[in-house]
């Protein structure tokens, strides 16, 4: 049960494009198309961005998109806005009745 | 709107016990899955435990097996951890939150608040 791979910190300015990435294994990220994605502000609680890899719940701005690739899913914010900026975290089901959530993503609009 | 609501949480030597609760309101309870999924202050998170909508079955993540129990009352709609022999490495908000661990069904949405669990002497 190894958390997933993300890097600590991520940026862009109001209006581009970012890309956060989420690394697994083939027992997880690899082996299952269910990543989920969750924004996390400070001193609130998580909201599910994306789920099932690509799939946004009902009003989250399609701004936020997922993908995958392998053992890699990745999480693209586009036309970035200030109330973006916050932690993100990816999850992943790893088989056995088990999830496993990445390590957060700090994501900063300059 | 849904709403979950979770208390119980406070200060608890090593060793200790301590019962948190959730209370949902907004949603057909018995209908859903309920999970804890945790967070150390200034850490990530981290899933906890997961019960199905009728309480049969119960899964949980290996670092809190055998010391906490999910339960659930569907006549009053609240889920609860029950956490034994307290470590203080489970220093954590805990969240409960709408969700299931399953192959095809494993994300969290929505969440409650979280109720701060701090393990210490």
């Known amino acids: 049960q190894s958390a997933l791979t993300q890097p600590p910190s991520a940026s862009g300015s109001p209006g581009q494009s970012v890309t956060i990435s989420c690394t697994g294994t083939s027992s997880d990220v690899g082996g299952y198309n269910y990543v989920s994605w969750y924004q996390q502000h400070p001193g609130k609680a998580p909201k599910l961005m994306i789920y099932e890899v690509s799939k946004r719940p009902s009003g989250v701005p399609d701004r936020f998109s997922g993908s995958k690739s392998g053992n890699t899913a990745s999480l693209i914010v586009s036309g970035l806005q200030s109330e973006d900026e916050a932690d993100y975290y990816c999850?992943?089901?790893?088989?056995?009745?088990?999830?496993?959530f990445g390590g957060g993503t700090k994501l900063t609009v300059l | 709107e849904v709403q979950l609501v979770e208390s119980g949480g406070g200060l608890v030597q090593p060793g200790g016990s301590l019962r948190l609760s959730c209370a949902a309101s907004g949603f057909t309870f018995s209908s859903f899955p309920m999970s804890w999924v945790r967070q150390a202050p200034g850490k990530g998170l981290e899933w906890v435990s997961v019960?199905?909508?009728?309480?049969?079955?119960?899964y949980y993540a290996d670092s809190v097996k055998g010391r906490f129990t999910i339960s659930r009352d569907n006549s009053k709609n609240t889920v609860s951890l029950q956490m034994n022999s307290l470590k203080a490495e489970d220093t954590a908000v805990y969240y409960c939150?709408?969700?299931?661990?399953?192959?095809?069904?494993?994300?969290?949405?929505?969440w409650g608040q979280g109720t701060l669990v701090t393990v210490s002497s």
């Open positions: 939150a709408i969700g299931n661990v399953q192959p095809d069904d494993n994300w969290f949405d929505p």
């Open positions: 019960i199905s909508a009728s309480g049969g079955s119960t």
């Open positions: 999850s992943s089901y790893a088989g056995s009745n088990v999830v496993v």
